[in-house]
């Protein structure tokens, strides 16, 4: 299953800046293994915006949800889903 998946961070200004250093390092982390794992397919930073659109490849949206709930920045970000499916023109037969 595929979901568009826009995050935008909100680290609070106050936060203590090694803090927030090790939050981010922490989910660059968990982001570069999901990503070598195949569950987190695209990551792209959205230009002018501490934010980015994301791609997932999970198998429910469980999964997704345990995914998301997991990031280390989780409680400094606004998170929008949408739910995918193939779409009768593509041409890539891999979309699922
Ligand atoms: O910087 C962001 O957009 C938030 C984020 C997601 C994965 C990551 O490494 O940073």
């Not at 936060?15 to 070598?36: C, G, N, S, V, Y």
């Not at 779409?87 to 890539?92: Q, R």
Request: hydrophobic share 45%; charged share 25%.
């Amino acid at each position: 299953m595929l979901f568009h998946v826009k995050m935008t961070v909100n680290i609070p200004l106050d936060m203590d800046p090694a803090r927030a250093e090790q939050i981010k390092a922490e989910e660059k982390a968990l982001a570069q293994r999901l990503q070598h794992e195949g569950k987190w397919r695209h990551l792209w930073r959205i230009a002018g915006q501490y934010a980015n659109y994301s791609l997932f490849d999970v198998d429910s949206t469980q999964e997704l949800h345990d995914i998301l709930m997991q990031l280390p920045l989780f409680p400094y970000m606004d998170i929008e889903v949408d739910a995918l499916c193939r779409h009768a023109s593509s041409i890539h037969a891999d979309d699922r």
